[in-house]
């Protein structure tokens, strides 16, 4: 069927009761996950599973999606308010977020990274209904040497990560890198820095990683503030109404950033390996380097929070598409989605849009309903959470711990994870108080594993010839790019850097004495 | 002080010692559990765990979710599955390998646990275990486009023979069951064929969806969904006879090479189970078997019932036992200790 046909088809089966009440169970319980520090989509999706065997299969889709897509509208909630990421995708977000919190302007930045994840979520589910199959294919042609340029490239835009000593950024990176090595790994299943320990052999689990470098941490670094401010400096005024939302200014700010969130995200989605994290930390970098301002960057700047936020919805949105379309999984909530489809008998594969188009149609309908509940959901609930900061920090920050243990646990059943979480905890407090910035650390830790992976399958396949990073005209692009990148920052430090700096303060002084003479 | 200002003490200090009782009241409850039956009782009489070793959303955590629910409805008591990924399996078999033998624990076990022997650092033990039902069997494949010149094994041979360098595989993992059947196959062949390892037999098909690797030795359930589309063929399959669904698939000892062995998954317990507990057990398991939802589900996930039970299971799994250890050897991957 047809595209209109098609989408028709969509609405009348997601407008009825039931389906509109999975809809909204799913976002609901998306936001609620999103929002609760430590506990993630696929750990609820799990949960969550067995409930949808009495369901059918539409239903058990749409509550699924809703959930997934539904935490990343909540993500940025405590990533704003106490930068604790709600979710690991959201630790973009407290970079601006909370420094827009702390100046007083929760609110907006609340309110920004709604209207953003809408429009982003709705954007991605147009791409997704209408061009999905072509752009699976397209997909396909990211093997090992494009991904290896890709991710290249998002190497490259890590110094636009940093706001202050480019020298720790980098260290963080490579500290990152050493971190991802742990593990068995992937092409010859060596062990590296496992210790003999079972537990290191797949490796650090991310989530407790992200939650404890930048949730617990958070709350050691609270404990040093002395217990007479027993609640939080953001919010000593509590705003006016209008204050809530973001203004005119922050619109025009963030236009730009959100339309380009959006679409990067939606393709880095469904990229093999694309993952919300990678799209919204992309964003970030993009958004800095176009700047006008790049100094505003970790200040406060609503594009920070806009663009990574919108990128990060359009990912979600995107990562439905090789599943629905190849029945190829991007992460793991998709791969437990993929299992909630088979178990009711529903194959993922080429075929699902012609052997079930009411499960497709059906989803991708619900899914703007979706997005559009998440919106209305989501900005009353801005002067609640602002709301939120007037629990006393003994209060708050004990939940955090609670909910960032409880999340730690929950991904494998793990009691090793919560170690994990602690370890890392204590390490995110002792860099953070030295003023290393962690993010670098999370980019290098995600894409570093990736970054090695590919180049090695890449050059099983050619045989040892490095000739295949420029066979195709992807790979080559991506690299040309990367190239460009480098350049380009190598330039401005010239030209802005310390050694001119010197140069045209000598210059000065040389004409102020001339003056004299 | 105040006569106020001791009451509120008084209020604290009662509040304390009544939060006390209940913590110790709470604490002691939870482990005077009701001391195991008799052997001879009813069993179960509570929740019964599902352990599986792998990720939820999988297929053997699909097929632990499913047999769950038959089982609840017959034992009238919850079953529920618990997922302890890791390690390719190793954390959770291990867990499942120390565990209580009496019945409440189980696992959902694949052939991973034969190879983790040899390959994983810290090894499991085939022999930890009591074998109690076979659940399905999923045999490897020899998967090429469908727009690829070769119809059978030996063309896809003798092609490689003569084209080196230019035909790539794809496996599931560096460590995976699949690559060893690629190893195998071209050790006995005499061909090169290059193993690219990816993350999961998702990214494995991608890649030969998209045309940069030739073949993969993937799961022929994991496959189906590309034969319908047309996507892919499948030149043989390594069970050790065709199957009925596909009678025009071929199977590896029937192109000439002699790999029989498939991916088993099965209800194992920890080593020493009474025999009683294990045939109330399999009898329960025999009754879902027999049920309509098992067996729609097996057919649509395209799973061969592997109905072993007891020692025949065991015995299954020590005869290809040798056979794995020496492909494994064969593809330098021995890494215990």
Redesign the interface.
């Known amino acids: 069927m047809d595209l209109f046909q098609g989408i028709l088809h969509g609405f009348s089966i997601a407008l009825v009761p039931t389906k509109l009440f999975a809809c909204f169970a799913g976002v609901l319980v998306g936001t609620a996950v999103g929002v609760l520090p430590g506990i993630g989509p696929s750990g609820s999706i799990a949960l969550l599973l067995p409930l949808t065997f009495s369901m059918d299969t539409t239903s058990a889709i749409i509550m699924l999606a809703g959930i997934y897509y539904g935490t990343m509208y909540g993500g940025s909630t405590t990533s704003i308010l106490v930068n604790v990421p709600g979710e690991a995708q959201s630790v973009v977000t407290c970079l601006d977020g909370y420094q827009m919190a702390r100046q007083g302007r929760a609110g907006p930045a609340l309110g920004i990274s709604a209207f953003g994840s809408f429009i982003a979520g709705t954007i991605g589910v147009i791409g997704l209904m209408v061009i999905a199959p072509p752009l699976a294919r397209f997909a396909l042609e990211f093997g090992p040497a494009e991904i290896f340029g890709l991710v290249l490239l998002a190497f490259a835009l890590v110094g636009y990560l940093a706001s202050g000593s480019m020298t720790k950024a980098l260290m963080m990176s490579v500290l990152g890198l050493l971190l991802a090595s742990v593990g068995m790994e992937s092409i010859t299943a060596v062990p590296r820095f496992t210790f003999g320990s079972v537990n290191l052999q797949s490796g650090i689990n991310l989530v407790p990683l992200i939650m404890g470098l930048f949730g617990v941490s958070e709350v050691l670094l609270s404990l040093e503030e002395s217990s007479s401010e027993g609640k939080l400096n953001a919010r000593r005024h509590q705003p006016k109404f209008w204050d809530l939302f973001p203004n005119r200014k922050d619109w025009r700010n963030s236009f730009w950033p959100i339309t380009r969130g959006s679409l990067l995200g939606f393709i880095i989605g469904l990229l093999p390996g694309g993952t919300g994290i990678v799209a919204s930390f992309s964003s970030y970098g993009i958004e800095k380097k176009i700047s006008r301002h790049p100094e505003r960057f970790g200040k406060g700047a609503i594009e920070g929070v806009a663009g990574p936020e919108s990128a990060n919805n359009g990912a979600a949105q995107g990562a439905f598409i090789p599943l629905l379309t190849l029945g190829i999984p991007g992460n793991a909530s998709m791969a437990l989605t993929l299992g909630a489809l088979r178990i009711h008998g529903v194959i993922p594969g080429p075929l699902l849009i012609q052997e079930h188009p009411q499960v497709f149609w059906g989803v991708v309908a619900s899914m703007y309903i979706g997005n559009f509940l998440l919106l209305i959901l989501n900005l009353p609930l801005i002067g609640i959470w602002v709301r939120l900061l007037s629990i006393p920090t003994s209060v708050l920050y004990s939940m955090i711990i609670l909910f960032c243990t409880i999340g730690a646990y929950g991904v494998n059943n793990s009691v090793f994870d919560i170690g994990v979480l602690f370890f890392f905890g204590f390490l995110g407090y002792v860099l953070k108080s030295l003023n290393f910035e962690l993010a670098p650390l999370i980019l290098g830790f995600i894409l570093g594993p990736v970054m090695e992976t590919s180049a090695k399958q890449a050059l099983i396949m050619s045989g040892g010839h490095f000739s295949i990073f420029f066979s195709t005209r992807i790979s080559t692009l991506l690299l040309v790019l990367t190239f460009l990148v480098i350049v380009t920052a190598v330039y401005s430090g010239i030209k802005h850097g310390k050694m001119s700096r010197t140069m045209e303060a000598l210059k000065r002084e040389m004409d102020a004495s001339k003056e004299k003479d | 002080m105040t006569t106020q200002k001791k009451e509120v003490m008084l209020m604290k200090v009662r509040l304390i010692l009544f939060g006390f009782l209940l913590f110790l009241l709470l604490s002691v409850s939870a482990f005077a559990q009701v001391k195991e039956k008799t052997e001879k009782e009813d069993f179960p009489t509570k929740t019964v765990t599902i352990l599986v070793p792998w ?5 053997s ?2 097929t632990a ?2 047999l769950a ?1 038959g089982l609840t409805e017959i034992w009238k008591q919850p079953v529920i ?8 399996g ?2 959770g078999s ?1 867990k499942l390998a120390g565990s209580n033998p009496d019945g409440y624990i189980l696992g959902l076990i694949s052939t991973a646990i034969q190879t983790t022997q040899y ?4 090894p499991t033990n085939r022999n930890s275990y009591t074998y109690i039902i076979g659940v399905h069997y999923d045999p490897y494949t020899l998967t090429v486009k469908s727009d690829s010149p070769w119809k059978n094994l030996k063309a896809f041979v003798d092609y490689t023979k003569a084209n080196p ?1 230019k035909v ?1 595989h794809s496996s599931s ?3 995976s069951t699949d690559k060893l059947v690629s190893v195998a196959f071209a050790r006995r062949s005499g061909i090169q064929l ?6 999961g037999y ?2 494995a ?3 030969v ?5 030739t073949s993969t030795s993937v799961t022929l359930a994991n496959v ?3 034969l ?2 047309k ?1 892919f063929r499948v030149l043989a399959v390594t069970s050790e006879r065709k199957l009925p669904q596909y009678p025009d698939i071929p199977t590896f000892i029937e192109s000439g090479i002699d790999i029989s062995w498939t991916a088993w998954n099965g209800i194992l317990g920890p080593k020493g189970m009474s025999q009683e507990r294990i045939s109330q057990i399999q009898s329960a398991i025999e009754k879902v078997y027999t049920t309509r939802e098992w067996k ?2 097996m057919a ?2 395209n799973f061969q019932p592997f109905t072993l039970i007891g020692n025949q299971f065991k015995s299954y799994v020590d005869g290809i036992d040798p056979s794995l250890k020496e492909m494994i050897e064969e593809a330098g ?1 021995v ?1 215990a ?1």
């Open positions: 990720a939820a959303g999988g297929s955590d699909l979710r499913v629910k599955v618990v997922n302890q990924p890791g390690a390719t190793v954390i291990l390959i994983s650092p810290n360098g790539t993992g560096a460590s290059p193993d690219v390892p990816f993350e998702g990214p098909l991608t890649a969806l998209s045309g940069k690797i189906i969904p590309y319908k589309s996507d729609e589900f649509t996930q991957l890494r200790k």
